[in-house]
Protein backbone atom coordinates (compact mmCIF):
# COMPACT_ATOMS: atom_id res chain seq x y z
CA UNK A 1 0.00 0.00 0.00
CA UNK A 2 1.89 3.40 -1.03
CA UNK A 3 0.44 6.23 0.19
CA UNK A 4 1.34 9.36 -1.21
CA UNK A 5 0.65 7.06 -4.49
CA UNK A 6 0.71 10.51 -6.46
CA UNK A 7 3.23 11.81 -5.54
CA UNK A 8 6.35 12.75 -7.94
CA UNK A 9 8.82 10.02 -5.75
CA UNK A 10 6.57 6.89 -6.16
CA UNK A 11 6.17 7.95 -9.64
CA UNK A 12 9.33 9.08 -10.63
CA UNK A 13 11.22 5.81 -8.25
CA UNK A 14 9.08 3.45 -6.63
CA UNK A 15 6.71 2.47 -9.72
CA UNK A 16 9.82 1.80 -12.03
CA UNK A 17 11.58 -0.20 -9.24
CA UNK A 18 8.89 -2.44 -8.52
CA UNK A 19 8.40 -3.20 -12.42
CA UNK A 20 12.03 -4.18 -12.31
CA UNK A 21 12.06 -6.64 -9.86
CA UNK A 22 8.60 -8.24 -11.91
CA UNK A 23 10.92 -7.98 -14.75
CA UNK A 24 13.14 -9.80 -13.06
CA UNK A 25 10.12 -12.08 -11.71
CA UNK A 26 10.44 -11.09 -7.68
CA UNK A 27 7.16 -10.01 -7.85
CA UNK A 28 4.93 -12.24 -10.31
CA UNK A 29 1.35 -13.27 -9.05
CA UNK A 30 0.77 -12.78 -5.56
CA UNK A 31 0.92 -9.20 -5.10
CA UNK A 32 -1.51 -6.09 -5.36
CA UNK A 33 -0.91 -2.03 -5.11
CA UNK A 34 -2.97 -0.08 -4.02
CA UNK A 35 -2.34 3.72 -4.38
CA UNK A 36 -3.58 6.05 -2.17
CA UNK A 37 -3.54 10.02 -1.60
CA UNK A 38 -6.34 12.72 -1.37
CA UNK A 39 -6.77 13.19 -5.18
CA UNK A 40 -9.94 11.50 -6.10
CA UNK A 41 -9.53 9.10 -9.01
CA UNK A 42 -10.64 5.49 -10.85
CA UNK A 43 -8.39 2.87 -11.01
CA UNK A 44 -8.17 3.09 -14.85
CA UNK A 45 -6.51 6.66 -14.34
CA UNK A 46 -4.34 5.71 -11.72
CA UNK A 47 -3.59 2.85 -14.23
CA UNK A 48 -2.59 5.46 -16.66
CA UNK A 49 -0.58 7.55 -14.66
CA UNK A 50 1.22 4.28 -13.79
CA UNK A 51 2.11 3.40 -17.67
CA UNK A 52 3.28 7.13 -17.96
CA UNK A 53 5.70 6.45 -15.11
CA UNK A 54 7.03 3.30 -16.69
CA UNK A 55 7.33 5.06 -20.38
CA UNK A 56 8.99 8.35 -18.71
CA UNK A 57 11.73 5.50 -16.43
CA UNK A 58 12.51 4.52 -20.13
CA UNK A 59 10.08 0.85 -20.03
CA UNK A 60 8.31 -0.57 -23.42
CA UNK A 61 5.03 0.60 -21.54
CA UNK A 62 2.74 -0.72 -24.28
CA UNK A 63 4.27 -4.83 -23.75
CA UNK A 64 2.05 -7.43 -22.24
CA UNK A 65 4.46 -7.94 -19.68
CA UNK A 66 3.95 -4.21 -18.48
CA UNK A 67 0.33 -4.53 -19.47
CA UNK A 68 0.09 -7.54 -16.59
CA UNK A 69 2.29 -5.53 -14.21
CA UNK A 70 -0.16 -2.52 -14.53
CA UNK A 71 -3.67 -4.49 -13.82
CA UNK A 72 -2.13 -4.94 -10.16
CA UNK A 73 -2.54 -1.76 -9.34
CA UNK A 74 -5.91 -0.34 -7.62
CA UNK A 75 -6.60 3.01 -6.29
CA UNK A 76 -8.37 4.28 -3.21
CA UNK A 77 -8.67 8.23 -2.61
CA UNK A 78 -8.42 9.03 1.38
CA UNK A 79 -7.32 11.54 3.55
CA UNK A 80 -4.81 10.30 5.89
CA UNK A 81 -5.66 12.75 8.75
CA UNK A 82 -9.66 11.17 8.61
CA UNK A 83 -9.08 8.21 10.72
CA UNK A 84 -13.27 6.83 10.37
CA UNK A 85 -12.26 6.90 6.35
CA UNK A 86 -9.13 4.45 7.01
CA UNK A 87 -12.05 1.48 7.02
CA UNK A 88 -12.01 2.57 3.16
CA UNK A 89 -8.26 1.15 2.73
CA UNK A 90 -9.17 -1.83 5.16
CA UNK A 91 -12.13 -2.95 3.09
CA UNK A 92 -9.66 -2.08 -0.64
CA UNK A 93 -6.74 -4.29 1.40
CA UNK A 94 -9.06 -7.20 2.54
CA UNK A 95 -10.33 -7.14 -1.01
CA UNK A 96 -7.30 -7.43 -3.06
CA UNK A 97 -5.95 -9.94 -0.32
CA UNK A 98 -8.70 -12.32 -1.29
CA UNK A 99 -7.97 -11.89 -4.80
CA UNK A 100 -4.42 -12.23 -4.94
CA UNK A 101 -4.52 -14.75 -2.21
CA UNK A 102 -1.60 -12.84 0.01
CA UNK A 103 -1.75 -14.49 3.31
CA UNK A 104 -2.56 -11.16 5.22
CA UNK A 105 1.20 -9.68 4.06
CA UNK A 106 1.10 -6.51 3.75
CA UNK A 107 3.93 -3.52 3.05
CA UNK A 108 2.81 -0.04 4.17
CA UNK A 109 4.71 2.78 2.51
CA UNK A 110 4.58 6.02 3.34
CA UNK A 111 5.86 8.25 0.55
CA UNK A 112 4.67 12.11 1.96
CA UNK A 113 5.81 14.12 4.04
CA UNK A 114 6.91 13.22 7.53
CA UNK A 115 4.33 15.07 9.64
CA UNK A 116 1.79 12.66 8.35
CA UNK A 117 3.79 9.45 9.67
CA UNK A 118 3.03 9.24 13.38
CA UNK A 119 -1.04 9.47 12.63
CA UNK A 120 -0.81 7.00 9.74
CA UNK A 121 1.01 4.61 11.53
CA UNK A 122 -1.39 4.81 14.74
CA UNK A 123 -4.33 4.60 12.80
CA UNK A 124 -3.09 1.41 11.01
CA UNK A 125 -3.35 0.25 13.83
CA UNK A 126 -6.39 0.83 15.42
CA UNK A 127 -8.50 1.14 12.27
CA UNK A 128 -7.61 -2.57 11.75
CA UNK A 129 -5.29 -2.26 8.91
CA UNK A 130 -2.27 -4.32 10.15
CA UNK A 131 -3.09 -8.04 9.57
CA UNK A 132 -3.80 -10.31 12.53
CA UNK A 133 -2.67 -13.90 10.56
CA UNK A 134 -0.08 -14.59 13.41
CA UNK A 135 2.13 -15.76 10.10
CA UNK A 136 1.59 -12.78 8.13
CA UNK A 137 4.07 -9.92 8.07
CA UNK A 138 3.01 -5.92 8.66
CA UNK A 139 5.98 -3.83 7.35
CA UNK A 140 6.52 0.25 7.61
CA UNK A 141 8.67 1.92 5.13
CA UNK A 142 9.63 5.52 6.04
CA UNK A 143 10.96 7.75 3.65
CA UNK A 144 13.79 10.77 4.70
CA UNK A 145 13.37 12.72 6.84
CA UNK A 146 13.36 11.04 10.09
CA UNK A 147 13.07 14.21 12.91
CA UNK A 148 15.11 17.44 12.34
CA UNK A 149 16.42 16.52 15.73
CA UNK A 150 16.98 14.32 18.31
CA UNK A 151 13.43 15.17 20.35
CA UNK A 152 11.79 15.25 17.55
CA UNK A 153 12.76 11.99 15.95
CA UNK A 154 12.39 10.33 19.46
CA UNK A 155 8.87 11.85 19.39
CA UNK A 156 8.48 10.24 15.78
CA UNK A 157 9.98 6.76 16.74
CA UNK A 158 7.55 6.68 20.17
CA UNK A 159 4.55 7.17 17.75
CA UNK A 160 5.80 4.51 15.23
CA UNK A 161 6.67 1.99 17.70
CA UNK A 162 3.32 1.92 19.70
CA UNK A 163 2.23 0.28 16.11
CA UNK A 164 5.21 -1.54 14.86
CA UNK A 165 7.86 -3.02 16.10
CA UNK A 166 12.03 -1.99 15.68
CA UNK A 167 12.22 -4.92 13.28
CA UNK A 168 9.06 -4.36 11.00
CA UNK A 169 9.97 -0.39 10.12
CA UNK A 170 12.07 0.12 7.61
CA UNK A 171 13.95 3.44 7.21
CA UNK A 172 14.65 4.88 4.10
CA UNK A 173 18.30 6.16 3.24
CA UNK A 174 18.92 6.03 -0.44
CA UNK A 175 22.74 5.85 -0.26
CA UNK A 176 22.17 2.19 1.73
CA UNK A 177 21.30 0.92 -1.93
CA UNK A 178 24.37 2.26 -3.61
CA UNK A 179 26.12 -0.59 -5.12
CA UNK A 180 29.39 0.76 -3.68
CA UNK A 181 27.96 1.38 -0.21
CA UNK A 182 27.26 -2.23 -0.46
CA UNK A 183 30.66 -2.98 -1.92
CA UNK A 184 32.18 -1.62 1.24
CA UNK A 185 32.02 -4.73 3.09
CA UNK A 186 32.73 -6.95 0.65
CA UNK A 187 35.70 -5.19 0.18
CA UNK A 188 36.72 -4.67 4.36
CA UNK A 189 35.93 -8.49 5.31
CA UNK A 190 36.10 -10.16 2.04
CA UNK A 191 39.97 -8.99 2.02
CA UNK A 192 42.99 -9.86 4.57
CA UNK A 193 45.09 -7.43 2.46
CA UNK A 194 42.37 -4.84 3.78
CA UNK A 195 40.88 -5.47 6.33
CA UNK A 196 44.59 -5.88 8.16
CA UNK A 197 45.02 -2.58 7.52
CA UNK A 198 42.00 -1.13 8.51
CA UNK A 199 42.98 0.80 11.42
CA UNK A 200 45.04 3.51 13.20
CA UNK A 201 48.16 1.87 12.89
CA UNK A 202 48.39 2.20 9.24
CA UNK A 203 45.77 4.50 7.96
CA UNK A 204 46.02 8.07 8.44
CA UNK A 205 42.96 9.29 7.54
CA UNK A 206 39.94 8.91 6.19
CA UNK A 207 37.40 11.28 3.56
CA UNK A 208 33.85 11.21 2.55
CA UNK A 209 32.90 13.55 -0.36
CA UNK A 210 29.16 13.93 -1.19
CA UNK A 211 29.67 16.72 -3.43
CA UNK A 212 26.44 18.05 -5.75
CA UNK A 213 26.97 20.38 -8.87
CA UNK A 214 23.43 21.56 -8.66
CA UNK A 215 21.67 24.15 -6.58
CA UNK A 216 18.35 23.52 -4.41
CA UNK A 217 16.28 23.74 -7.66
CA UNK A 218 12.47 23.38 -6.97
CA UNK A 219 13.53 21.77 -3.00
CA UNK A 220 13.85 25.13 -2.08
CA UNK A 221 11.50 25.65 0.58
CA UNK A 222 12.05 22.37 2.21
CA UNK A 223 15.91 22.47 1.80
CA UNK A 224 15.71 26.11 3.85
CA UNK A 225 14.10 24.74 6.84
CA UNK A 226 16.50 21.40 6.69
CA UNK A 227 20.33 22.17 5.43
CA UNK A 228 23.13 20.34 4.38
CA UNK A 229 24.16 19.42 7.98
CA UNK A 230 20.29 17.69 8.74
CA UNK A 231 19.73 16.80 4.84
CA UNK A 232 22.96 14.99 4.46
CA UNK A 233 24.99 14.76 7.38
CA UNK A 234 23.03 13.56 9.78
CA UNK A 235 21.96 10.53 7.51
CA UNK A 236 23.91 9.52 4.21
CA UNK A 237 27.30 10.59 5.53
CA UNK A 238 26.63 9.14 9.47
CA UNK A 239 25.79 6.09 7.41
CA UNK A 240 28.50 5.31 5.15
CA UNK A 241 31.11 6.25 8.11
CA UNK A 242 29.48 4.09 10.42
CA UNK A 243 30.01 1.26 7.34
CA UNK A 244 33.70 2.11 7.73
CA UNK A 245 34.27 2.32 10.84
CA UNK A 246 32.37 -0.61 12.71
CA UNK A 247 34.11 -4.13 13.44
CA UNK A 248 33.28 -7.46 11.54
CA UNK A 249 29.87 -8.44 12.22
CA UNK A 250 29.48 -11.87 13.39
CA UNK A 251 27.76 -13.12 10.54
CA UNK A 252 26.41 -11.21 7.31
CA UNK A 253 22.83 -10.55 9.05
CA UNK A 254 21.13 -7.53 9.23
CA UNK A 255 20.51 -7.80 13.40
CA UNK A 256 24.79 -8.53 13.27
CA UNK A 257 25.81 -5.76 10.72
CA UNK A 258 23.34 -2.70 12.53
CA UNK A 259 25.15 -4.35 15.90
CA UNK A 260 28.12 -3.30 14.78
CA UNK A 261 27.14 -0.03 13.12
CA UNK A 262 25.33 0.99 16.10
CA UNK A 263 29.03 -0.08 18.70
CA UNK A 264 30.93 2.28 15.90
CA UNK A 265 28.47 5.08 16.37
CA UNK A 266 28.28 4.94 20.49
CA UNK A 267 32.37 5.33 20.44
CA UNK A 268 31.78 8.79 18.17
CA UNK A 269 33.24 11.52 20.07
CA UNK A 270 29.84 13.89 20.53
CA UNK A 271 31.75 17.45 20.43
CA UNK A 272 31.85 19.78 22.91
CA UNK A 273 31.20 23.87 22.33
CA UNK A 274 34.41 24.57 21.77
CA UNK A 275 35.47 21.55 19.55
CA UNK A 276 31.82 21.52 17.72
CA UNK A 277 33.23 25.53 16.56
CA UNK A 278 36.39 23.96 15.91
CA UNK A 279 35.69 20.90 13.84
CA UNK A 280 32.98 21.58 11.74
CA UNK A 281 32.25 24.48 9.14
CA UNK A 282 29.57 25.74 7.25
CA UNK A 283 29.45 27.53 3.93
CA UNK A 284 26.96 28.94 1.58
CA UNK A 285 26.91 30.17 -2.37
CA UNK A 286 27.26 32.75 -3.80
CA UNK A 287 26.45 34.48 -6.87
CA UNK A 288 28.13 33.69 -10.63
CA UNK A 289 26.97 34.52 -14.47
CA UNK A 290 23.85 34.21 -14.76
CA UNK A 291 23.59 31.90 -11.24
CA UNK A 292 21.92 34.00 -8.56
CA UNK A 293 23.23 33.12 -4.89
CA UNK A 294 22.04 30.86 -2.56
CA UNK A 295 19.64 33.68 -1.02
CA UNK A 296 18.53 34.91 -3.98
CA UNK A 297 17.17 31.42 -5.84
CA UNK A 298 13.42 30.81 -5.73
CA UNK A 299 11.18 30.19 -2.35
CA UNK A 300 14.20 30.75 -0.22
CA UNK A 301 14.31 34.25 1.96
CA UNK A 302 16.73 36.57 1.27
CA UNK A 303 18.57 37.17 4.83
CA UNK A 304 18.45 32.67 4.79
CA UNK A 305 21.58 31.45 7.42
CA UNK A 306 20.72 27.93 5.86
CA UNK A 307 24.14 26.17 5.00
CA UNK A 308 24.53 24.96 1.70
CA UNK A 309 27.88 23.37 2.63
CA UNK A 310 29.45 21.36 5.36
CA UNK A 311 32.75 20.08 6.61
CA UNK A 312 33.92 18.39 9.36
CA UNK A 313 36.40 15.95 11.45
CA UNK A 314 35.09 13.35 12.94
CA UNK A 315 36.41 11.14 15.87
CA UNK A 316 36.13 7.87 17.19
CA UNK A 317 37.43 7.07 20.90
CA UNK A 318 38.03 3.16 20.34
CA UNK A 319 41.01 1.18 19.78
CA UNK A 320 40.62 0.45 16.11
CA UNK A 321 40.36 4.49 15.19
CA UNK A 322 41.75 6.38 18.27
CA UNK A 323 43.93 9.17 16.58
CA UNK A 324 42.76 8.71 13.06
CA UNK A 325 40.12 11.51 12.00
CA UNK A 326 37.14 10.90 9.42
CA UNK A 327 36.96 14.20 7.65
CA UNK A 328 33.30 14.71 5.64
CA UNK A 329 32.08 17.35 3.33
CA UNK A 330 28.86 17.86 1.17
CA UNK A 331 27.57 20.46 -0.24
CA UNK A 332 25.52 22.24 -3.60
CA UNK A 333 26.69 23.98 -6.45
CA UNK A 334 29.98 22.32 -5.89
CA UNK A 335 32.77 21.92 -8.71
CA UNK A 336 30.74 18.55 -9.99
CA UNK A 337 28.57 15.09 -9.19
CA UNK A 338 29.98 12.62 -7.39
CA UNK A 339 30.53 10.53 -4.19
CA UNK A 340 33.71 8.93 -3.04
CA UNK A 341 35.41 7.82 -0.36
CA UNK A 342 39.06 8.10 0.03
CA UNK A 343 41.63 6.36 3.01
CA UNK A 344 44.31 7.63 3.11
CA UNK A 345 47.04 5.53 4.41
CA UNK A 346 50.55 6.14 6.67
CA UNK A 347 53.48 6.90 4.28
CA UNK A 348 56.26 4.68 4.88
CA UNK A 349 57.97 5.52 8.66
CA UNK A 350 61.65 5.78 6.18
CA UNK A 351 61.85 6.46 3.00
CA UNK A 352 64.57 5.37 1.94
CA UNK A 353 64.74 6.28 -1.66
CA UNK A 354 65.41 9.81 -0.40
CA UNK A 355 69.69 9.59 0.10
CA UNK A 356 71.30 12.70 -0.84
CA UNK A 357 72.03 11.95 -4.53
CA UNK A 358 68.71 10.88 -5.28
CA UNK A 359 66.33 12.26 -7.95
CA UNK A 360 63.06 10.63 -6.39
CA UNK A 361 60.69 12.80 -5.29
CA UNK A 362 59.41 12.22 -1.80
CA UNK A 363 57.11 8.75 -1.39
CA UNK A 364 53.53 9.73 -1.83
CA UNK A 365 50.55 8.11 0.35
CA UNK A 366 48.92 5.33 -0.52
CA UNK A 367 45.05 5.84 -1.47
CA UNK A 368 42.69 3.81 -1.62
CA UNK A 369 39.29 5.68 -3.46
CA UNK A 370 35.89 4.06 -3.81
CA UNK A 371 34.32 5.67 -6.03
CA UNK A 372 30.63 5.51 -5.44
CA UNK A 373 28.91 6.90 -8.35
CA UNK A 374 28.87 8.81 -10.86
CA UNK A 375 31.45 5.65 -11.35
CA UNK A 376 31.15 2.51 -9.23
CA UNK A 377 35.13 1.10 -8.83
CA UNK A 378 38.16 1.40 -6.85
CA UNK A 379 41.77 2.62 -7.30
CA UNK A 380 44.32 1.89 -5.37
CA UNK A 381 47.26 4.26 -5.24
CA UNK A 382 50.59 2.36 -4.99
CA UNK A 383 54.69 3.70 -5.28
CA UNK A 384 56.60 2.18 -7.81
CA UNK A 385 59.76 2.51 -9.90
CA UNK A 386 59.55 4.56 -12.57
CA UNK A 387 60.69 2.40 -16.14
CA UNK A 388 63.92 3.87 -16.70
CA UNK A 389 68.12 3.33 -16.26
CA UNK A 390 67.58 4.83 -12.97
CA UNK A 391 66.13 4.97 -9.56
CA UNK A 392 63.13 7.24 -9.30
CA UNK A 393 59.58 6.40 -7.25
CA UNK A 394 56.33 7.76 -8.87
CA UNK A 395 52.98 6.79 -7.72
CA UNK A 396 51.11 4.31 -10.17
CA UNK A 397 47.29 3.43 -9.75
CA UNK A 398 45.64 0.08 -9.88
CA UNK A 399 42.04 1.01 -11.06
CA UNK A 400 38.92 -1.49 -11.05
CA UNK A 401 35.83 0.36 -12.89
CA UNK A 402 32.46 -1.38 -13.26
CA UNK A 403 31.72 -2.04 -16.84
CA UNK A 404 29.05 -0.20 -18.59
CA UNK A 405 27.36 -2.87 -18.88
CA UNK A 406 27.30 -4.12 -16.26
CA UNK A 407 26.80 -0.82 -14.86
CA UNK A 408 23.52 -0.68 -16.84
CA UNK A 409 22.44 -4.04 -14.93
CA UNK A 410 22.95 -2.64 -11.34
CA UNK A 411 19.53 -2.31 -9.81
CA UNK A 412 18.24 1.18 -8.95
CA UNK A 413 18.60 2.01 -5.25
CA UNK A 414 14.79 2.09 -5.06
CA UNK A 415 14.56 -1.23 -6.66
CA UNK A 416 17.30 -3.28 -3.94
CA UNK A 417 15.81 -1.31 -0.95
CA UNK A 418 12.17 -2.31 -2.44
CA UNK A 419 13.49 -6.31 -2.83
CA UNK A 420 14.92 -5.81 1.00
CA UNK A 421 11.69 -5.04 1.85
CA UNK A 422 9.69 -7.98 0.68
CA UNK A 423 12.60 -10.06 1.72
CA UNK A 424 12.25 -8.60 5.19
CA UNK A 425 16.20 -7.85 4.81
CA UNK A 426 16.78 -4.89 7.29
CA UNK A 427 20.54 -4.42 6.54
CA UNK A 428 20.05 -1.55 4.29
CA UNK A 429 18.34 0.69 6.25
CA UNK A 430 18.74 2.63 9.21
CA UNK A 431 17.94 1.14 12.69
CA UNK A 432 16.52 3.25 15.28
CA UNK A 433 19.32 3.71 17.51
CA UNK A 434 21.86 4.71 14.62
CA UNK A 435 19.23 7.52 13.93
CA UNK A 436 19.27 8.90 17.57
CA UNK A 437 23.38 8.41 17.92
CA UNK A 438 23.39 10.23 15.06
CA UNK A 439 21.28 12.81 15.53
CA UNK A 440 23.01 13.30 19.35
CA UNK A 441 26.16 13.87 17.56
CA UNK A 442 24.73 16.50 14.88
CA UNK A 443 22.41 18.63 17.31
CA UNK A 444 25.74 19.21 18.79
CA UNK A 445 26.91 20.81 15.89
CA UNK A 446 23.62 22.88 14.82
CA UNK A 447 23.59 24.21 18.71
CA UNK A 448 26.90 25.86 18.32
CA UNK A 449 25.95 27.20 14.74
CA UNK A 450 22.48 28.44 15.92
CA UNK A 451 24.70 30.70 18.54
CA UNK A 452 26.31 32.80 15.95
CA UNK A 453 25.42 34.46 12.74
CA UNK A 454 27.24 33.40 10.10
CA UNK A 455 29.75 34.87 7.16
CA UNK A 456 27.10 34.10 4.01
CA UNK A 457 27.38 33.87 1.07
CA UNK A 458 31.40 32.39 1.35
CA UNK A 459 32.16 30.48 -1.40
CA UNK A 460 31.74 30.66 -5.42
CA UNK A 461 29.64 28.56 -7.26
CA UNK A 462 32.17 25.55 -9.06
CA UNK A 463 34.08 25.17 -6.21
CA UNK A 464 34.99 22.82 -3.62
CA UNK A 465 33.59 25.22 -0.68
CA UNK A 466 34.78 27.60 1.48
CA UNK A 467 38.03 28.62 2.29
CA UNK A 468 37.27 27.68 6.13
CA UNK A 469 37.03 23.80 4.62
CA UNK A 470 40.44 24.16 3.52
CA UNK A 471 41.86 24.96 6.56
CA UNK A 472 40.11 22.57 8.89
CA UNK A 473 42.13 19.76 7.16
CA UNK A 474 45.25 21.99 6.49
CA UNK A 475 45.45 22.61 9.99
CA UNK A 476 46.32 18.91 10.88
CA UNK A 477 48.92 19.29 8.10
CA UNK A 478 46.68 16.97 5.53
CA UNK A 479 44.90 17.56 2.34
CA UNK A 480 41.89 16.74 0.95
CA UNK A 481 42.65 14.24 -1.95
CA UNK A 482 40.05 15.04 -4.47
CA UNK A 483 40.67 18.59 -4.99
CA UNK A 484 40.41 21.06 -7.81
CA UNK A 485 43.11 21.76 -10.27
CA UNK A 486 45.13 18.95 -9.04
P1 LIG B 1 4.92 14.87 -3.14
O1 LIG B 1 4.53 16.17 -2.51
O2 LIG B 1 5.18 14.81 -4.59
O3 LIG B 1 3.79 13.79 -2.82
C1 LIG B 1 3.08 13.77 -1.62
C2 LIG B 1 1.91 12.82 -1.74
O4 LIG B 1 1.17 12.85 -0.52
C3 LIG B 1 0.92 13.13 -2.86
O5 LIG B 1 0.47 11.92 -3.40
C4 LIG B 1 -0.23 13.84 -2.11
O6 LIG B 1 -1.47 13.71 -2.76
C5 LIG B 1 -0.23 13.05 -0.82
N1 LIG B 1 -0.85 13.74 0.30
C6 LIG B 1 -0.56 14.96 0.82
N2 LIG B 1 -1.37 15.23 1.86
C7 LIG B 1 -2.19 14.17 2.02
C8 LIG B 1 -3.22 13.81 2.93
N3 LIG B 1 -3.59 14.63 3.94
N4 LIG B 1 -3.81 12.61 2.80
C9 LIG B 1 -3.45 11.77 1.82
N5 LIG B 1 -2.49 12.03 0.92
C10 LIG B 1 -1.86 13.22 1.03
O7 LIG B 1 6.16 14.34 -2.28
P2 LIG B 1 7.34 13.38 -2.78
O8 LIG B 1 8.39 14.23 -3.43
O9 LIG B 1 6.79 12.24 -3.52
O10 LIG B 1 7.99 12.92 -1.39
C11 LIG B 1 7.39 11.95 -0.56
C12 LIG B 1 8.33 11.64 0.59
O11 LIG B 1 9.57 11.16 0.08
C13 LIG B 1 8.71 12.83 1.48
O12 LIG B 1 8.88 12.36 2.78
C14 LIG B 1 10.06 13.28 0.92
O13 LIG B 1 10.83 13.94 1.91
C15 LIG B 1 10.65 11.94 0.56
N6 LIG B 1 11.67 12.00 -0.49
C16 LIG B 1 11.36 12.41 -1.76
C17 LIG B 1 12.35 12.41 -2.74
C18 LIG B 1 12.04 12.80 -4.16
O14 LIG B 1 12.95 12.66 -4.98
N7 LIG B 1 10.86 13.25 -4.49
C19 LIG B 1 13.64 12.03 -2.43
C20 LIG B 1 13.93 11.62 -1.11
C21 LIG B 1 12.92 11.60 -0.18
Known amino acids: MFFGGTGDLAYRKLYPSLFNLYKKGNLRTHFAVLGTSRQTMTDDKFRAAIKKSLADSGNRADSKEASDFISHFYYQAHDVTDTAHYSVLKDAAEKLDKKYKLQGNRIFYLSMAPQFFGTIAQDLKTQGLMSTNKDAFNRLVIEKPFGRDYDSAKQLNDALSKSFEEEQIFRIDHYLGKEMIQNIEAL ?129 DNYRWSGTPFYVRTGKMLADKFTRVDVVFKKPLVDIFAFPQSQSTPLAANVLTIFVEPHAGFSLQLNAKTADAGFQTEPIKLDYMVDAAKSAETPEPYERLLHDVLKGDGTNFSSWPEVSYAWKFVDQIRRVWDLQEPQFPNYTPHSMGPAAAEELIQRDHREWIYRLNK
Not at 294 to 312: C, L
Open 188 to 316: RFGNTLVESLWNNRYIDNIQVTLSEKLGVEERASYYDNSGALRDMVQNHIMQIVSLLAMEQPVAFTDTDIRAEKVKALRSLRVYNVADAATNFVRGQYGAIDNQPDYRHEDNVPHDSTTETFVAGKLLF
